[in-house]
């Protein structure tokens, strides 16, 4: 989901348009939106969110802050007057409008195209129109969430899916999201259905004639459908992740038995402790449970079971899968971020490394955007749909306290799933027992650690 | 990109557009740009970010948090506001000329 480089139409650059004058017809914003973002990133939790289109430590003063923070949420229309010196061409372009996907047609976790120019009017030959892939992580009323890559200057961009075809899902709102001064690696949008249904309302409100006349020129939404909007039904594995809340500490988690519930052992850490889970997919309901185990503090494998009282109905039970395929496409589903305020979300990447000690990997490793809160959650391939692993952590610099989300690491589920499977079937948990007896070889992997150097054996 | 993104990447470079904003007669007092969505051609509507409006804001920007409030009219800016509109090439030439090559324009070996 990285950036990638601008499409060109083979062949001989074709010459670019000289910039064209405009006028501001009205600046807008989405209400909803607002609302929203209100709800999921104001109250106590303002201090701790930054949209600045720089880094948390650069200098910027706190009026300009406060400035992009209240524009954060608005756009403007505007009209390019006929003329001037364009291509007749262009002028004659097919594409007269673009097609807006109606609000809730677009899944969570579906695979979306950003479109925009890195600083803006910077050296348009160069940064013009730069595409950038991700998947529609969050959702929140019009409020979206992508993990597809944008830069400062892409404000305003739009954001297009797979299916429908071509559809304008999106505009970006915000390309970089700083949580507790650490880069979220999310990009905060506005779903352009309810922005463009703004402006035509608010285009019928100006005194202009001339201004209502163009809001019927508008785009409608493509296929609308009657009534309410699609549920937002997304991968099927999706819904496996939990939240999982232990005493003021909360995490993720994902079902892996109808009354069973995995995840690790720094979100539920004693044994015998009271736990609740809440699970947002069909339904939002909540029901307690125990953990039955959890690793000792100095085991490599940050896991916990938990058994639940009810059966989390409706929530599907992931296939584990039993080889891992570096490159390939995964997504993690995790609360990392805004816990329970907002449904899970689904970050996606590839397998980046399988770390295996004597031909069993022991560690994986991903380039999704992992936050904190998303420990617990599971990480699951795109081809398949299934359970590869139990996010554990992601990367810390020591030295410069920089996050790194986009390198994370995640427990193997084949370490875990034939303790699970006896634990499941004769309550027996000598198999998870095991796992505190991991080799030193996976304890030094799990430290981040240089392997162990082949010591000469004593002949005494 | 595989097949799948073909009618994205083409609706989205042939809608993608920079917006940029300065005061008229004042190259000093700076630029401000961010990108933007063609939504329609005929009659030319952008779709852009609010933000670059900000310093050109009459009330200043207290007007965008006001109670209520969900748009200003385009006079809510400043007179001295300038925009301009940049985009790319059209992905396809309906006329199919031979487009002039760019006269000076080379690749230097470093």
């Given at each position: 989901?990285g950036?990638e480089?601008?499409?060109?139409a083979?062949g ?20 909803a ?12 939790a303002?201090?701790?969110?930054h949209?600045a289109n ?23 229309l ?9 291509p ?5 372009a097919p594409?007269?409008a ?14 979306l195209l ?10 348009p030959?160069?940064?013009?129109n ?5 998947v529609?992580?969050?959702v ?6 992508t993990?597809?890559?944008?830069l400062?200057g892409?404000e305003?961009?739009?954001?297009f899916?797979?299916?429908?075809a ?6 970006v ?9 650490e880069?979220v ?11 463009l ?22 785009p409608?939404?493509?296929g609308s459908?009657r009534?309410s909007?699609?549920p937002d039904?997304?991968?099927p ?16 988690g ?15 850490p004693?044994e ?5 889970v ?8 909540a ?12 085991c490599p ?17 992931p296939v ?8 390939d ?11 329970q305020?907002?449904g899970?979300?689904?970050?996606s ?7 295996q000690?004597?031909?069993a ?5 991903t ?6 809160g ?5 990480l ?13 952590s992601?990367?810390?610099d020591n030295?410069?306290g920089?996050?790194y989300?986009?390198?994370n690491?995640?427990?193997p589920?084949?370490v875990l799933?034939?303790?699970l499977?006896?634990y499941?079937q004769?309550?027996?948990?000598s ?6 007896r ?7 992997v799990?430290r ?5 150097p ?6 005494l | 990109?595989?097949?799948?993104w073909?009618?994205?990447?083409r609706?989205a470079v ?5 917006v940029s ?7 000093e007092a700076?630029s ?6 063609i ?20 009330a200043?920007s207290?007007s ?10 385009g006079?809510s800016?400043?007179d ?5 509109v ?11 000329h ?13």
């Amino acid at each position: 989901a990285g950036p990638e480089p601008p499409t060109r139409a083979a062949g001989r650059p074709r010459p670019r348009p000289p910039p064209r004058p405009a006028e501001l017809l009205l600046l807008l914003s989405c209400p909803a939106f607002r609302a929203h973002f209100a709800r999921l990133f104001g109250a106590e939790a303002a201090e701790q969110w930054h949209f600045a289109n720089s880094a948390p430590h650069d200098e910027l003063s706190e009026e300009e802050e406060e400035d992009q923070l209240r524009a954060l949420g608005w756009f403007a229309l505007l009209r390019v007057p006929p003329g001037g010196e364009t291509p007749p061409e262009l002028e004659r372009a097919p594409a007269a409008a673009v097609a807006v996907a109606p609000l809730g047609t677009v899944p969570k976790g579906a695979p979306l195209l950003a479109c925009g120019s890195p600083f803006g009017a910077f050296c348009p030959d160069i940064f013009l129109n730069t595409l950038s892939r991700g998947v529609l992580s969050n959702v929140a009323g019009p409020l979206l969430l992508t993990d597809a890559r944008c830069l400062p200057g892409t404000e305003g961009g739009g954001v297009f899916a797979a299916r429908p075809a071509g559809a304008l899902v999106a505009l970006v709102a915000a390309p970089l999201c700083w949580k507790a001064r650490e880069w979220v690696g999310l990009t905060l949008l506005c779903a352009a259905a309810p922005l463009l249904r703004a402006a035509r309302a608010a285009a019928h409100r100006l005194r202009c004639p001339e201004a209502s006349a163009l809001a019927a020129l508008l785009p409608p939404e493509a296929g609308s459908p009657r009534g309410s909007p699609l549920p937002d039904l997304g991968p099927p594995w999706a819904a496996a992740a939990v939240l999982v809340e232990c005493g003021t500490v909360w995490g993720s988690g994902v079902a892996v038995a109808p009354r069973l519930v995995l995840t690790c052992r720094h979100v539920a850490p004693r044994e015998a402790s009271k736990v609740l889970v809440h699970s947002a997919t069909p339904k939002s309901v909540a029901v307690w449970g125990h953990v039955v185990f959890a690793t000792q503090e100095v085991c490599p494998y940050d896991i916990a079971v938990v058994s639940l009282e009810e059966d989390l109905d409706g929530v599907p039970t992931p296939v584990p899968a039993e080889h891992f395929h570096e490159g390939d496409p995964v997504s993690v589903v995790g609360f990392g971020v805004f816990g329970q305020a907002c449904g899970p979300s689904v970050t996606s990447g590839i397998l980046s490394a399988v770390v295996q000690v004597e031909d069993a990997p022991v560690m994986l490793q991903t380039t999704c955007a992992v936050h904190g809160g998303s420990s617990g959650g599971p990480l699951f391939s795109n081809r398949s749909g299934d359970l590869l692993g139990i996010v554990a952590s992601n990367t810390r610099d020591n030295n410069t306290g920089a996050a790194y989300p986009h390198l994370n690491f995640s427990v193997p589920i084949t370490v875990l799933q034939p303790a699970l499977q006896r634990y499941s079937q004769t309550g027996d948990l000598s198999g998870l027992r095991e796992l505190d007896r991991a080799a030193d070889p996976v304890r030094v992997v799990w430290r981040l650690q240089r392997p162990l150097p082949d010591v000469p054996r004593s002949k005494l | 990109m595989g097949r799948q993104w073909e009618p994205s990447t083409r609706a989205a470079v042939q809608s993608g557009c920079v917006v940029s904003a300065c005061r008229a007669g004042r190259p000093e007092a700076g630029s401000w740009s961010c990108s933007g969505v063609i939504v329609s051609r005929s009659p030319g509507l952008v779709l852009c970010h609010g933000g670059i409006f900000t310093p050109f804001l009459r009330a200043g920007s207290g007007s965008l948090t006001e109670a209520g409030v969900a748009f200003l009219p385009g006079d809510s800016c400043r007179d001295d506001l300038r925009l301009h509109v940049q985009w790319g090439p059209p992905a396809s030439s309906a006329s199919g000329h031979a487009e002039p090559e760019r006269p000076g324009v080379c690749t230097p070996r470093c």
